[in-house]
């Protein structure tokens, strides 16, 4: 009985400390669906416009 009563003592001193090193561990895990789930508060670029500078540069090019 006295080696029963030792081994569930050792195991509910390290049990604390198990949970704490397995939140810190599952901390950014769980974090990240909610992270994912906030969309509402997104700041987008404008739309970026088309200028044709590219087909004026490839014309030019074309003929030098």
Do not use: C, Y
């Amino acid at each position: 009985m006295n080696r029963i009563a030792a081994t569930a003592t050792k195991i509910l001193r390290l049990l604390p400390r198990a949970t704490l090193i397995l939140m810190l561990l599952a901390a950014p895990v769980l974090a990240v669906p909610m992270m994912r789930a906030d969309t509402g508060h997104r700041i987008e670029a404008p739309a970026h416009r088309n200028t044709s500078v590219g087909f004026v540069l490839l014309i030019s090019l074309q003929r030098g």
